[in-house]
């Protein structure tokens, strides 16, 4: 299904011709003819008849009147030839300290080039690559940490931008989890070093807030949006209301006047929403309401990110009737979860068409990650499904490590429902996406 915007019918110009000539005349007419690609022209016949043959015996004077032609005016709708935007987006990067680890220099850099050599090649490939940076990229000086307060090196940014990704979100539930100036460190990274990155859901000051991001291919102009729906506890500043992006009661109205904004300066809408529960494989209730209230007031796309598993994906009705279509979560991208489920991950790819009729989603599909590391970190990295293989899977290190602590029962309980193997996945998949499984 797609929804078509801007649709306008288009019109035939029917031309009428009325020669009355003495002497010599040249009758004249139109006829129609299709090109290969189906557009109509008109191209001018004429006939000559000599009038030596009519009879001029009689002189006569001869009064031609005719009446005026009536002219119709049409509007006539220029053909715009198609114009197609490839847009992949990824889930979750969840840099816990052994992702840290595996990238550790002997220098005390980070080098995070391995997280990506499996998948890169697509990455790059795509017209606008989108990632979700779980977590804040402070910097070394502010101490790098995982669980359950995370901060990262600036260096994954660099990993980020060399895989090939042009949008990077950064409204999450662990976005103030090193305070303001770990935020502004960041907003200040893609600023200095990377300036050509959109980045999402964090601002520097209330014009950036109120600013749309709009990245633009090929003249196909796409809005931007990205919300979290809260901060782990952790309050903005009082000084600072603009920070980060917040999804809640209190700023239903501004994100509607966002997506307003968005509607008008742009062809086409897509959100970002850092939503649901964790653990969960179906979208919740709070999760479809905030997608139809998403698509009423204009998003043509929503791709969610938060549960750290993959739910399904469905088209929803707006109000104006338009088809949405939903993401609900692409889950992990990479991570050292101890959930077999939390290693299936999700890559979207959808295709935006811009032509004479307007702007719609033209094609969309779902491809299938998975997160594999080793004991010691050895391997640290993620495959696609379709190339990953049985040895690789028995040698992950949730069979061969399994998790002792807190939550150890629980992870025993729902990994015996979900076997990490190929296959398992495979199933997995075919249980939450079953439309893109054969």
């Known amino acids: 299904m797609s929804g078509k915007r801007n649709s306008k019918p288009m019109h035939s110009l029917i031309a009428m011709l009325l020669c009355l000539c003495l002497g010599i005349t040249t009758l004249a007419g139109c006829s129609r003819t299709a090109s290969s690609d189906g557009t109509i022209y008109l191209e001018s016949t004429s006939q000559t008849v000599d009038s030596s043959t009519e009879n001029t015996e009689t002189a006569s004077t001869v009064e031609a009147t005719s009446e005026p032609a009536s002219e119709e005016t049409t509007e006539v709708t220029a053909t715009v030839a198609p114009v197609s935007v490839n847009l992949i987006a990824v889930g979750d990067m969840l840099l816990h300290g052994g992702i840290h680890n595996s990238a550790l220099q002997a220098d005390g850099s980070y080098n995070y080039e391995h997280v990506f050599e499996h998948t890169k090649n697509r990455i790059a490939a795509a017209d606008i690559a989108v990632a979700n940076q779980e977590v804040i990229l402070g910097g070394v000086e502010l101490g790098v940490s995982s669980y359950p307060q995370f901060n990262s090196p600036q260096d994954f940014g660099d990993a980020l931008v060399d895989a090939g990704f042009d949008v990077i979100l950064h409204a999450s539930n662990h976005t103030m989890d090193k305070d303001t100036v770990a935020v502004l460190n960041t907003i200040h990274f893609w600023k200095e070093k990377h300036p050509d990155i959109t980045f999402l859901g964090i601002n520097e000051n209330q014009e950036e807030r109120n600013t749309i991001r709009i990245v633009e291919k090929d003249g196909v102009k796409l809005a931007m949006l990205n919300y979290t729906y809260g901060l782990?506890?952790?309050?903005?500043?009082?000084?600072?209301?603009?920070?980060?992006?917040?999804?809640?009661?209190?700023?239903?109205?501004?994100?509607?006047?966002?997506?307003?904004?968005?509607?008008?300066?742009?062809?086409?809408?897509?959100?970002?929403?850092?939503?649901?529960?964790?653990?969960?494989?179906?979208?919740?209730?709070?999760?479809?309401?905030?997608?139809?209230?998403?698509?009423?007031?204009?998003?043509?796309?929503?791709?969610?990110?938060?549960?750290?598993?993959?739910?399904?994906?469905?088209?929803?009705?707006?109000?104006?009737?338009?088809?949405?279509?939903?993401?609900?979560?692409?889950?992990?991208?990479?991570?050292?979860?101890?959930?077999?489920y939390s290693m299936l991950g999700g890559f979207a790819e959808v295709t935006i068409t811009k032509d004479s009729s307007g702007t719609y989603i033209s094609d969309y599909d779902m491809d299938f990650l998975v997160?594999?590391?080793?004991?010691?970190?050895?391997?640290?990295?993620?495959?696609?499904?379709?190339?990953?293989?049985?040895?690789?899977?028995?040698?992950?290190?949730?069979?061969?490590?399994p998790y002792t602590g807190q939550y150890a029962e629980s992870y025993r309980n729902v990994n015996q429902w979900y076997p990490f193997t190929v296959d398992g996945l495979w199933n997995l998949a075919r249980q939450i996406c079953p439309q893109f499984v054969d």
């Open 371 to 401: 997160t594999h590391y080793t004991e010691g970190r050895t391997e640290m990295t993620t495959y696609f499904l379709s190339d990953y293989t049985d040895e690789l899977a028995s040698r992950h290190a949730i069979l061969t490590e």
């Open 232 to 340: 782990n506890g952790f309050s903005l500043p009082s000084d600072k209301p603009y920070l980060v992006n917040l999804m809640d009661e209190a700023h239903k109205t501004e994100i509607a006047e966002d997506l307003k904004k968005a509607r008008e300066e742009a062809d086409f809408v897509i959100v970002y929403p850092h939503w649901g529960t964790e653990y969960v494989l179906e979208a919740t209730d709070e999760q479809k309401q905030w997608a139809q209230f998403f698509a009423d007031n204009g998003a043509d796309l929503i791709i969610g990110t938060h549960p750290h598993v993959v739910e399904p994906i469905e088209w929803i009705t707006a109000s104006d009737g338009r088809q949405t279509l939903v993401y609900y979560s692409l889950g992990n991208y990479i991570s050292i979860q101890y959930y077999n």
